[in-house]
Every structure is written in structure tokens, then in C-alpha cells.
């Protein structure tokens, strides 16, 4: 890395390693006096009612983005408390049939959108032969951003 990032972009679930990364970019963020991102990327598809238009109780689609939304006001919530402000929180949709690569492509994309000069993200720890076989989030990421890219594990306590 040639130059200092301007923009952080950090890419959040609910999985420790997120949390992890969670913390590193916002600690990034303030080291380098950069604007902090976060984004979520939710894997849904068509939005629908299993029951039929006529139901009244909220689709899975609406509690999936409900359930996103909270998670992102947490996020941006414990980032704040550290004395770190977030620029902005975004939330973006992700295919489920090529799930790994279209949530890597989504966070990718919205790095491209905002400038990016870094992307955080957790690595979920996947075994060696699951990783060869589905992929990850943070591989997909890593193969297709345009800057550097910031892979989080949770340090184990001993």
C-alpha cells in the first residue's frame, strides 16, 4: 500500500470474525483519520409470501431485511460508542444461487462505488476441503477488489 486509505470499507454479519474485523477497521479508521463504511450484504431471493399475496404477517424477505437492518444499526451503534464515526452503513442484496461470489461481488462493487482504499472483512475459518469446495466471502473479495484487502480472524484467548 502506497498511500494511507481515505475510505474504510468493512463488511459485517454476525459471526465473530466480523465482529473482529468490525473493530480492526474502526480501529484503522481512526489511525489513519479515514471514513469508515460498513456494509451488509443479505443472500435473498424474489421477495414473496410462501401463503400467497393475501397474507398479512410479514414475508421472510421483509424479516430477512428487518433482521439486516438491526444488525447494521448494532454495528454502527458499538462503532460509535468507541469514538469512531461511521460515514454511512449500507445494505445491499446478494443472489442465493452463486451465494459466495455474489456477496463478495456485492461488497466489491460497493468498494468501486465509494472509493475504497481498504476492504475489511472476517474470515469465517473455514476447513480446508469446505473452502475448496464453496468458497468464501472474503476469498471472493480478495480475488476481485481493485485495492488492498483486510482479512480478520478472532484471536483465540489461551
Not at 61 to 87: C, F, H, N, P
Not at 108 to 115: C, K, R, T
Not at 128 to 147: D, Q
Request: charged share 25%.
Amino acid at each position: 500500500m502506497n498511500e494511507l486509505p481515505t475510505k474504510i470499507l468493512v463488511a459485517t454479519d454476525r459471526s465473530q470474525n466480523a465482529f473482529a474485523a468490525v473493530r480492526k477497521a474502526a480501529e484503522t479508521a481512526h489511525a489513519f483519520g479515514a471514513e469508515l463504511h460498513v456494509v451488509h450484504v443479505v443472500p435473498v431471493a424474489q421477495p414473496y409470501h410462501l401463503f400467497g399475496a393475501d397474507v398479512e404477517e410479514p414475508s421472510i424477505y421483509e424479516e430477512d431485511m428487518q433482521w439486516a437492518r438491526d444488525l447494521l444499526g448494532e454495528q454502527v451503534r458499538k462503532i460509535e460508542e468507541s469514538g469512531v464515526k461511521v460515514t454511512k452503513a449500507s445494505l445491499r442484496e446478494g443472489e442465493p444461487d452463486a451465494e459466495v461470489i455474489s456477496l463478495g461481488e456485492e461488497i466489491v462493487v460497493l468498494s468501486e462505488e465509494i472509493g475504497a482504499g481498504l476492504i475489511v472483512s472476517g474470515s469465517r475459518g473455514l476447513g480446508g476441503v469446505r473452502r475448496a469446495l464453496v468458497g468464501s466471502v472474503s476469498s471472493s473479495i480478495v480475488r476481485h477488489a481493485h485495492c488492498p484487502v483486510l482479512v480478520v480472524r478472532r484471536q483465540e484467548k489461551a
